[in-house]
C-alpha cells in the first residue's frame, strides 16, 4: 500500500539553463566561503579573533543564498543549469564550472551550508583561545567552499575539483595542531586513503569519457541505458572506490577514526555530518548509472552492510568518546550504502540528512562534554553531568534517540525505511545484517550515553564541569530539533515529502524486477525494528546503567576474546600497516638500491667510468677555476657573433 | 631586429657587459643581472603578442646566413610550443637571480654571467628551425650549467658536474650523427624544408633508417628529460647544482628533451614515432612509478624533489607519446607546470638551505609553527606537484592520463597510481620537516621568509593557482601547434588516434 504510492511514472525534470534570478547568482554560494578563506589566511594577523565574523558571515550568505535557491527549485522543480566559465578544454574534452541546480543539489546545499553554519558558531566558543585561531576560520570556510562546489558541479570533473579540495581542507584540519606526530600523521593517512580512492573515481571518469564521450552529468544520466553490462558493472564499482574511500567503507574506512584527531567541531561538520557523505551523494547523483548493472549494485549492499556491521562490532569496545562515534559513524554510512545498493537511493539521502543533524549534534556534545572536563575524552572518566550540563545533557539524549532509532525521532523513519526496501527488493542477508547492526547501535550508543551523562561523576578531581557558553548550546538545540522532529517532518511514511521531492533525480529501479524476500509488510518490519531498538537499548541499560563503573574498563560486561578483537578494531590496521607500509617500503628500498648500483652503474660502465670519472673530476678541480672566466668570455663571444651576424645581415 | 632575436641577444648583451667588468659591485651586478632578466621577459612578451596563436605552424621567422659552406643558417622561428617555453624560461630567470642574491656570495658576476649566456643558448634550442644550429645550441648548453655546478654547486660538485657533462655530451653526439645522416640524405639543415618534404612524400625514409635515426635522436632526448633508466645523473646534478641551477635545470633544461621528442623526433621520422610508442608509453610508466618509488626512500629533500621530477617528466612523455591531441597537448602544458612547481619547490627548499645548511629532512621538524609562511607556500607547491585540482598540476596530469586511456588503457591505470605515490612521498617530508614538534634549538631558531623571498615565490603561486583555475590561455597557445606535429606524424604514418 505504501509502496503503491510510489509506483506510477516517474516524474521527469525539464532541463532549464539559467543564467539570471538567484540561480544565476547561485555561484556565489561557494566562492563568498572561498572569498573569506582568503581574506582570513591573508589578514589573520591584523584580524585575529575578529576573523570569526568573517567566517560566519561567509556561512551566512551561503546559507542564505542556499535557502533562496531551494526555495526557487520547490516552487518550479527542474533540472536548472548555470552556465560558467570554461575551465579545462582540449580537444573533445570540454569541461566548465557550470553549476548543476536539481532536488539532490539543494537537500546538499541546506545540510551543508546549515550544519556548516551552526559549526561556524559553535566554533567561537570552543576555539576561543587557540593560538590559531583566525587560521581555523579560514580553513572551514575552504570546506564549505570545497563542499558547495563538490555539491553543485555540473560535471564529473568539476564534482571532483570538490571532492579533492575537501580532501586537502581535512588535511589541513585534522592536522590543524600539527605539532603532535599523531594528529599529522592522522592527516596525512587521511590524504593518502583518500587518494586510493581518487585513482578509481579518475579511471572512472576515463572509463565513462572513453565510452560516453562526456563527463557532464547530465549527458552520463541520459546516456545511461545505452551502457553494456560489463561497462555499467566496472564503471559503477570503480565509483564506489572513490564512494569508499571519501564515504570510509571498508576497505578504506581506516581513514576515519584516526581523522578525531582534528578539532571536534571539524569532526561534527566534516568527518560525521557532510565530507564523509561525499560518497552518498556521488552514487545517488550516478543512480541511473548504478541500476544499469544490479550486480554492481549488490555489491554495493554488501560492502554498505559488512561496514555497519563491522563497525558497530568495533564501537562496542571504544573507550574515547570521540572514537565510538566515529566508528559509529562509519557504521551510519554503511547504512546509507546499503539504501543505495538495494536500489533505495532517496531514503539513503533521507538517512544522510537525518544523520547529519543527530550525529552532527552528538560530536557537537561531545565537544562540549570535552570542554566542560578539560578535554577528557575517556567514557570511563566521565559520567554524572547530567544535572551540571542540563542543555548538552537534552540534546544529547535526543541525539541518543534519534541514532539508536527509537520513534519517532530523526533516525528512526531513515534507518527504518533503508531496512524495509532492503527486505522488499529482496536481500534478505543484507537485511539481517543491517537488522543486527540496529541492535548494535542502540546498544553502543546507549553505552556511550550512560557512560557520559549518567551515574556518578568519575571524572579527575581539580575538575569543574560546567555547561558550555550560548555560541556552543545554540546550536545544539537547533540540531536537537532538527534531530527530535526531522524525521518526522521531512519523510514520516515511506512516501513522504522528501521522497517525492527526490523522485526527479533518483535512478528507476522498476526494471530491476525485485521481489520481496517474505511476505511481511511494512507495518510488520517497523515492528520488528522497534523490538530490535528495545533489545539493545535494554541489554546496554542492564549492563552499564546498573553497574559501579568507577573501576574503569576492567567492569566492562563486554568481555572475552571476541571483545578483545573488536577494541583492537579487528587488527585491520596492523594488517594494512604490515602489507602495506612494511612490505612497501622493503620494496622502496629494494627499488633504491637498484637504482644506486644497478642502474646508475651499468650506465656509468661501474668501474671504468668511475675511474675515469675520478681522474677527470680531479683534473677538472685544478683547471676550472682558472679557466672559468676564459670558457664564459669566449662562449659570451661565441654567442655574440653568432647574434651580430643576425643583426646586420 | 625581430622579437626572436632580440629575446635572444639582450642577456648575451648582459653577459657581455659582466664580461667586460668583472670586478664591479654587487649591487650594480646584482641591477645589472635584474634588469637583463626583466628586459628579456619584457622581450618575450613583445614575442607573445605578435604570435598569431591560430596559426598552428612555426612563425615570426628570423634568419642570417652563418656557415654559407654547407647550409647551416641562423634561424629562428617559434611554434605555440616553443614559445611557451621560451616564456617559462625568461619568467623564471629574474626569480632565479633575485634568490640568488644571498646564496651566492662568491663571484656573483660570473654566476649571473653564467646564467645570461645559458638563458640565450636555451632560448636559441626552441627558437632555432637549423639543424645543425641545435645540435650546437643545444650541447653548448652544457658549458654554463656545468659551469655553475661545478663552480657554485655543493661539497661533491666536481664529480656531479663531470658526470652530468660526460651524459649529457655522449647522449648528445648520437644524435649529431643523426643530423648529419639527414644532412646527407636531404642536402640541408633546414628544419622546415626536411619537414615539409616528409611530410609531402618527397623525402621517404625506410623503416631501417627511421629507426636507427629516430633512436639517436631519442638517446640525446632520453637523457636530457631523464627517462628511466638514463636518469641518474639527474639526483646528483640537483643535489650539488646551487639553488639556481637546480631551479633551471628542472624548470627549463630538461623540457629540452621533451620538446626535442616533439618538435624533431616525430614529425621527422613519422613511422618511427608509431613504432615506438608503446615503448616509450611503456618506459613512461616505469619512470613514473619507479621515480615515485625511489623518491620514498630520500632523506635529502632535494635528491627527493630530483627522483619526483623522474617520476612527473615521465607523465609528460607518457602524454607525448599517447599520440593523442588531449594527451599531447596537456603534455605540452605539463611541461610548464613541472618548470614552475619544480622550480618553485627548489627555490624553497634553497631559502631553507641557506637558513640550516642542511637538505636533511631529518634534521627538521615542527617548522610549521616557526616559519608560517614557508610552510604555507611549500604546501602549495607540494599540492600543485602531487596534481591537486584547482592547481596547476592537474589540468595537465588528467588529461594526460584521460587521452592516454584512450591509446593504452593499462598505462594510464598504472601512471594514475603516480598520483598516489607523490602524495605519499611530499607529504611524508612535508610532515617531516614542518609537523611535529619543534625540538632542536636549530629549528626553533630557523627565520621564515624575508620580503625579497616571498616577492621571489609570488609570481610562481600566483601563476600555480592561476594555470590551475584558467588553463585556457595555455591550452589555446600550444593545442595547435601541437595538432599540427600530430597530423603530420598521421599524414606519413596513419594510425594516430
Known sequence: MVLAAAAGPAPVNDILTVTDGVIGLAWLIPVLPALGFVLVLVAQRWLAARAAYLGIGAAVAAFGLSVAVAWQVIAAPATYLRPLPRWIEVGTLSVGFDLLIDQLTVVMLLVVTGVGLLVHVYSVGYMLGDSRF????????????????????????????????????????????????????????????NRVGDVAFMVAMFLAFATLGTLDIVAIVEAAPTLTSSVAFTLVLLLLGGAAAKSAQIPLYVWLPDAMAGPTPVSALIHAATMVTAGVYLTVRLSPVLVQSVDAMTIIAWIGASTALLAALIAIRQDDIKKVLAYSTVSQLGYMFIGVGVGAFREGIFHLVTHAFFKGLLFLAAGSVMHALANETDLWRMGGLRKVMPVTFATSTIAWLAISGVPPFAGFF???????????????????VGLFGAVLTAFYMTRWYVMVFLGPARHADGVHPHESPASMTIPLVVLGVLSAIGGLVLNPVHSGPLYRFLAPVSGDISALGYTPV????????IAISIVAVGIGITLAWLAYARRDLSRGRLVDPVRGPLAEVMERRFLVDE????VFVTFGTRVARALTWVDRRIVDGAVMGSGAATLATGRLARRAQTGMVRSYVTVMIVAVALLLALAVGMVVR | MGPITLTIV????????????PRARERDVRALGLGVSLATFASSLWLLSRFDVANPDLQLAESATW??????????????????????????????????????????????????????????????????????????????????????????????AVKFFLYTLAGGLLMLVGILYV????????????????????????????????????????????????????????TEAPTGGSVFLAGVLLKMGTFGLLRYAMPLFPDATIAFAPWLIGISVVGVLYGAIVALMQSDVKRLVAYSSVSHMGFVVLGTFALNDIATTAAVVQMVNHGLSTGALFLLIGFLYERRHTRMIADFGGLAKQVPVMAGLWLVVSMSSLALPGLNGFVG????????????????????????????????????????????????????LTRREIVVMAPLIVLIVAIGLYPGPLFDLVGPSVDRVLAEVAAVAGGVR
Request: glycine share 8%.
Open chain 2, 67 to 160: 656557415i654559407p659552406s654547407i647550409g647551416a643558417r641562423l634561424a629562428f622561428a617559434v611554434d605555440g610550443v616553443s614559445l611557451v617555453l621560451i616564456l617559462l624560461t625568461t619568467f623564471l630567470m629574474p626569480l632565479i637571480l633575485v634568490a640568488s642574491w644571498r646564496s651566492v656570495q662568491d663571484r656573483f658576476v660570473g654566476y649571473t654571467a653564467a646564467f645570461l649566456v645559458l638563458q640565450a643558448a636555451v632560448i636559441g634550442v626552441f627558437a632555432t628551425t637549423d639543424l645543425l644550429l641545435f645540435y650546437v645550441l643545444f650541447e653548448f648548453t652544457l658549458v654554463p650549467m656545468y659551469l655553475i655546478i661545478g663552480i657554485w654547486g655543493g661539497a661533491g660538485r666536481r664529480a656531479a
Open chain 1, 518 to 525: 517474505g511476505p511481511l509488510g511494512e507495518p510488520q518490519l
Open chain 1, 575 to 578: 594488517a594494512y600497516e604490515a
Open chain 1, 134 to 193: 583566525a587560521r581555523f576560520f579560514a580553513y572551514l570556510n575552504l570546506f564549505l567552499a570545497s563542499m558547495l562546489i563538490l555539491v553543485l558541479g555540473s560535471n564529473l570533473l568539476t564534482l571532483f575539483l570538490g571532492w579533492e579540495l575537501v580532501g586537502l581542507s581535512s588535511y589541513l584540519l585534522i592536522g590543524f595542531w600539527f605539532e603532535k606526530r599523531a594528529y599529522a600523521t592522522a592527516a596525512k593517512k587521511a590524504f593518502i586513503t
Open chain 2, 183 to 238: 644532412h646527407a640524405q636531404t642536402g640541408t639543415f633546414d628544419y622546415l624544408a626536411i619537414r615539409d618534404a616528409v611530410v609531402s612524400g618527397r623525402l621517404v625514409l625506410s623503416a631501417a633508417q627511421q629507426t636507427w635515426l629516430f633512436a639517436a635522436f631519442l638517446v640525446a632526448f632520453a637523457v636530457k628529460v631523464p627517462l628511466f633508466p638514463v636518469h641518474t645523473w639527474l639526483p646528483d646534478a640537483h
Open chain 1, 414 to 432: 531513515s534507518k527504518d525505511q533503508i531496512l524495509t526496501e532492503a527486505y522488499l527488493h529482496g536481500y534478505g542477508g543484507v537485511y539481517l
Open chain 2, 10 to 21: 639582450t642577456p648575451l648583451i648582459g653577459a657581455l657587459l659582466l664580461a667586460l667588468a
Open chain 2, 397 to 448: 596530469e588528467f588529461p594526460i592520463l584521460l587521452g592516454t586511456f584512450a591509446t593504452n588503457r593499462a598505462a594510464a591505470i598504472l601512471a594514475a597510481f603516480g598520483a598516489v605515490l607523490a602524495a605519499l612521498y611530499l607529504l611524508w617530508a612535508y610532515q617531516r620537516i614542518f609537523h611535529g614538534p619543534l625540538e632542536t634549538e636549530a629549528n626553533r631558531t630557523t627565520p621564515d
